[in-house]
């Protein structure tokens, strides 16, 4: 009898490795689905036709193939705590190139190497920029693990946080109201919850003003405020349970 144990016990010890690789591969490839969902709206295809192929997982990195339609690629992803978050593409710059700012408004969407990997768009408003005023910086960055909201959300939870960025302009502005910020992650957003926007050092402060999941993105419409010439305003997007 004893024997017969060992010998189960042999077998199911063998076994959950390959099963424990196998969940990770379909969290993975789960994932994976999420991430994609814009840009393949954004083609015009359904994000339900995507494909998901070969998941190879190294040590932290991941490969992830897919096809959607005619589209195809690999999805490069990396370990971000217990998330898996796409690879951020090149390194911010201290000094990246002024964006003029419209007086009728305008968009101002930087790279992602500038953001931390994150879509970072702003749809402004129309406003009384003087003759030559511009957006100066953008930043903006993951949390580090101490601020970062855990996933999936346990509660109760210990930090919130999600995203932070940093935003200049070098002259006084006021926009008007219906400015929007649209922001897509590099990570998979718990769903179940609400997210906030918080921007400190426009006038008035921003906030909270309250925005839900759709294709791990969220947007946010503005009220009018007014950035000071060349002092740093500083945004955060938090995860809400309530």
Request: proline share 7%.
């Amino acid at each position: 009898m004893r024997l017969r144990a060992a010998g189960a016990l042999a077998i199911l010890l063998a076994l959950w490795p390959i099963g424990a690789f196998a969940d990770e591969r379909a969290a993975v490839a789960a994932d994976a689905r999420v991430l994609l969902a814009r840009s393949v709206r954004d083609a015009g295809i359904d994000p339900r036709e995507i494909a998901i192929g070969a998941v190879r997982i190294t040590g932290d990195q991941a490969q992830v193939d897919w096809s959607a339609r005619l589209r195809s690629g690999t999805l490069e992803l990396h370990r971000l705590g217990t998330r898996w978050a796409i690879d951020a593409p090149g390194s911010a710059s201290a000094s990246p190139p002024a964006v003029p700012i419209s007086n009728a408004g305008g968009v101002l969407a930087p790279q992602g190497a500038q953001t931390g990997g994150y879509r970072f768009v702003l749809a402004y408003s129309a406003n009384d920029a003087p003759p030559g005023a511009a957006f100066t910086f953008v930043y903006g960055r993951v949390p580090t693990s101490a601020e970062f909201l855990a996933y999936p959300t346990v509660y109760p939870i210990s930090a919130d946080a999600v995203f932070y960025f940093d935003l200049t302009a070098g002259a006084a502005v006021r926009f008007g109201a219906g400015s929007s910020l649209d922001v897509w992650f590099p990570f998979v957003l718990d769903d179940r919850l609400h997210y906030d926007l918080f921007v400190d050092g426009t006038a008035p402060a921003i906030g909270p003003i309250a925005s839900r999941v759709f294709d791990n993105s969220l947007h946010f419409t503005l009220p009018a405020f007014s950035m000071p010439a060349g002092k740093t305003i500083t945004g955060e997007i938090d995860g809400d349970p309530h």
